[in-house]
């Protein structure tokens, strides 16, 4: 799904190298760095290769996938916003369950944040808020439920460039990897 977000946005600024990243973002859940052990971001997956079991997607990860433990199996896991900007969706879609997506700038670019695997029940903002970075933003969806797309219980976490929103989590071709960035990049 790819569709266009606020009319009378600026085109993105060139983005610099996840090395010379300059922003720091906030955590999207406790502990972010540690969770992320099966899919970073640009990691190559199909149903042959993948470190997770079962597998239904191919493609080249746009996003990074932070895990839980087997204690966070039943208890709700919080989710919070990574940047400040408004909530400009949140919805069901194919392979996620609940999703929401966010607008807000990273190194003075444009970008989209997607959260996915999320109970959306549980999201209180509305479309249009303004949401602080370390908000509480959600909390993930029941594993293997409608709510996470029948998925493991994860946060997918993908931030693409520029004003439209696209919510992929495989590329096809290594070089579409060009228009996402690396959330673990911009981390403390």
């Known amino acids: 799904m790819v569709f266009s977000i606020l009319a009378g946005d600026s085109p993105a600024d060139p983005s610099p190298s996840p090395l010379g990243a300059k922003t720091t973002i906030r955590e999207p859940m406790k502990n972010a760095l540690a969770r992320v052990n099966k899919k970073p971001f640009g990691l190559y997956v199909s149903p042959d290769n993948s470190p997770v079991n079962p597998e239904h997607f191919t493609g080249y990860h746009t996003g990074v996938d932070f895990e839980t433990t087997a204690g966070e199996q039943n208890q709700d896991v919080d989710v919070y916003v990574i940047c400040s900007g408004p909530l400009i969706s949140k919805t069901t879609a194919t ?52 709510e996470t797309g029948d998925e493991r219980k994860h946060l997918h976490l993908g931030i693409h460039k ?23 990049a911009y981390l403390p």
């Open 95 to 146: 392979g996620y369950g609940g999703i929401a997506v966010q607008s807000c700038k990273i190194d003075g670019q444009s970008v989209t944040v997607v959260y996915g695997h999320i109970r959306l029940s549980s999201v209180s903002a509305k479309t249009g808020d303004q949401l602080a970075a370390g908000d509480h933003l959600a909390v993930l969806g029941t594993t293997y439920s409608a």
């Open 162 to 184: 520029g004003n439209s929103v696209n919510i992929l989590g495989y590329a096809q071709r290594e070089s579409d990897l060009s228009q996402w960035l690396n959330v673990a």
